[in-house]
């Protein structure tokens, strides 16, 4: 009944009675025919190309949405898996196909993608708080193994690229306000001079948090320089700058503490005033030269810097900053046949993170418990190659090899010295094959192995509460299959099919110690076995109504697998719900006035590897909408809000895997929250 009405309240504002005028952007609410993606590499449509591959366009990503996190577009993607959206200390985490689902906090086993250049770092780690949704224009997602094209914790891959330099010059700004004292300004701009194009973007998200201990702001600057030097050759700039001076962590309850308050943090987060602060800067230059029609090359590098400090739930140890330094150069030759194409490239990645632990006395940094400076260098070839039989018939073949080297620098030496290295070589083939029955249909499979290195974070976390590494930690690997189909041949109607299966060993697996609460280590289980299903459909019902709905199931087990004496073969690997389902139905008038209503279900979820403990299954349904006036030749102005968990059901924001003491859920608001905004925009016609 509730679900009814939310699709009532969607058609009732269909209803209105708009002037008409030809405004045709806000038509374009997403993409439902073969759109080219750059993914896998290869420039292609989608629905050539032997993976399972969506999109996301401008419209997707920020219209009408309040941009506070990644998650409000992410959900939107069949096989993904988001939790934690509002524990702005712990970051977001995503998940595809169950990896990246073990990460503590921040992002691991897939990669990330900003204009081209690394978010994630050579050891697979990757954060978005410097990733600003309202600068997005376009996200891919390449889901399944992607090692062959990318190396180490390729275990899919989002590629997101920020709008790009304008030839209409404009200027555009926005603020937004909504519940727990949420606030979002941003102002941004595009233009062309001469050769050169400009686009800049600057915003700030502040938010008091549901839960005590939660509060959070963020500043994130974007600038993107395009100049043509010549009709064949241009050059990027590419500049990003976060600044978070503070994300308070409202840390786990257990279910009786979330039954008696959801809005509490726990005792031991207050006390020690768990939370972060974070400053990143990146830059990075991309330089792309056309020789011909049949030959490019394209060469990038760039560097990293990101300062980080962390205040954890415990004393010893529990204080901990770093400064990290990364960066690479790469370089690509692309070759374009009539029915053969191929790349081949080098990549060299280099990785520095100056490591210290303190003790954490009631929020004040103590005494020094861990001094280390950790290495992650890797160099990578890989070779791609692409055969076109006929009309019909497409092949791939794709090989990579990467040698890693980790190694870490013990400074702190009155418990002896842990220093010690490491190294790990790793060569990665994967096959493909796409037979297009019809120009609308298309079936295809592919065969890939993969391996994750356990990042340098995880491998720091050492039981033995000393420095160096945990030397019994090992890298992941895995065999995946996968075969598909994709009806996209027109533009009424798109239907994504995707099945896999995916065999690995020795997975690595967060636990924690009684004896350090709060603080999460890593172990290796033996062989685990993921199948699933992932389907997507698209209707355009009529001009500028859509239909979207998205299924995955997910069954993901243990099949040999022993922690201290226990057995846990056939359980279920937890923190991913076997079934989810999100659906959108939204509408996109020529006068300017749009709406969309979405409904996300998700089953519940084991929190530990022994499946005694689980998160209940919700659902939750938000809605927005908004108008875009147009006020003379150049300006804009647009009125938007929304609404979510509109029916406050209770549900979990972030599950914490085997977590001591049962403190495993991290509670959302059980109560509809707003927000809403004005953005206001300037373009030369």
């Not at 006020?631 to 406050?648: D, T, V």
Request: with cysteine; charged share 20%; proline share 3%.
């Amino acid at each position: 009944m509730r679900y009814a009405l939310l699709l009532l309240l969607s058609f009732s504002c269909m209803s209105l009675t708009i002037a008409q005028t030809n405004n045709i952007d806000t038509l374009r609410t997403l993409d439902i025919a073969p759109v080219t993606v750059t993914a896998s590499r290869f420039e292609a449509k989608n629905n050539r190309l032997p993976f399972a591959i969506s999109i996301l366009n401008k419209s997707q990503i920020q219209r009408a949405q309040a941009q506070l996190s990644l998650n409000e577009a992410l959900v939107a993607l069949p096989g993904v898996f988001t939790l934690n959206a509002d524990n702005f200390s712990q970051d977001l985490r995503i998940s595809i196909r169950g990896f990246g689902a073990r990460a503590a906090f921040g992002i691991r086993g897939i990669r990330l993608f900003v204009d081209g250049l690394p978010e994630s770092t050579p050891d697979g780690q990757a954060d978005v708080d410097n990733v600003d949704a309202g600068a997005l224009q376009r996200i891919e997602l390449l889901r399944g193994a992607s090692s062959g094209l990318y190396g180490n914790a390729s275990g899919g891959v989002l590629n997101m690229s920020t709008e790009e330099p304008s030839k209409q010059s404009f200027v555009e700004t926005q603020a937004l306000a909504g519940s727990f004292g949420f606030q979002r300004y941003q102002v941004k701009t595009g233009f062309m001079v001469g050769k050169l194009g400009v686009f800049s973007s600057i915003s700030q998200n502040k938010s008091d948090g549901f839960r005590a201990q939660s509060a959070m702001q963020q500043t994130t600057l974007n600038l993107k320089l395009r100049y043509q030097l010549r009709p064949d050759t241009k050059l990027s700039f590419l500049l990003n700058y976060g600044n978070s001076p503070y994300a308070q962590d409202a840390g786990g309850l257990t279910a009786e503490q979330v039954s008696t308050d959801r809005r509490q943090a726990r005792a031991a987060n207050v006390q020690f005033d768990a939370g972060e602060k974070v400053t990143q800067g990146r830059i990075g230059l991309v330089l792309e030269k056309q020789f011909s029609a049949k030959h490019k090359l394209t060469a990038r590098t760039f560097a990293t810097s990101r300062d980080f400090a962390n205040r954890l739930a415990f004393r010893g140890g529990g204080w901990v900053e770093f400064e990290r330094l990364f960066g690479g150069v790469g370089l690509t030759y692309a070759y374009t046949g009539n029915k053969y194409r191929s790349q081949v490239g080098l990549e060299w990645n280099d990785q520095r993170d100056a490591r210290q632990r303190f003790d954490n006395v009631d929020g004040k940094k103590g005494n020094l418990t861990l001094d280390q400076t950790e290495r992650f260098r890797s160099a990578g070839a890989f070779w791609l190659n692409e055969f076109s039989a006929g009309k019909k018939w497409t092949f791939t073949a794709a090989t990579r090899y990467d040698a890693l080297k980790l190694s870490a620098e013990d400074h702190f030496l009155s418990d002896g010295n842990q220093s010690g290295a490491n190294a790990f070589n790793r060569f990665n083939p994967s096959l493909g094959v796409v037979f297009a029955a019809k120009p609308w249909a298309s079936l295809y499979s592919n065969l890939a192995s993969n391996f994750e290195t356990p990042a340098l974070t995880e491998l720091s976390a050492n039981p033995s509460n000393l420095g160096g590494f945990n030397a019994d930690l090992k890298p992941q690997r895995s065999l995946n299959y996968e075969a598909g189909v994709k009806l996209l041949g027109n533009t009424r109607v798109g239907l994504d099919l995707a099945l896999f299966q995916i065999n690995l060993q020795d997975e690595l697996v967060p636990y924690q110690l009684t004896s350090a609460p709060g603080r999460t280590f890593y172990r290796n289980a033996g062989k685990s076995i993921r199948r699933g299903v992932e389907t997507s459909l698209n209707v355009r019902i009529l001009e500028g109504l859509f239909f979207t709905a998205n299924y995955t199931f997910s069954d993901f087990k243990y099949e040999a697998y022993e922690a201290n004496g226990t057995r846990f073969d056939g359980n279920i690997q937890p923190a991913v719900p076997r079934h989810q389902l999100f659906s959108i139905l939204q509408w996109a008038h020529r006068s300017g006035f749009f709406v969309a209503a979405q409904v996300r279900s998700i089953g519940s979820t084991f929190v530990n590897d022994a499946n005694t403990f689980s998160n209940s299954g919700n659902t939750l349904c938000s809605m927005r909408a908004g108008h875009a006036f147009k006020l003379g030749k150049f300006w804009k102005i647009e009125p938007f809000g929304g609404i979510n968990n509109i029916f406050g059901v209770a549900y979990t924001n972030n599950i914490l895997l085997n977590a001591v003491g049962n403190r495993f859920y991290e509670p959302g608001a059980a109560q509809a929250t707003y927000y809403g905004g004005v953005k206001v925009n300037w373009r030369k016609s």
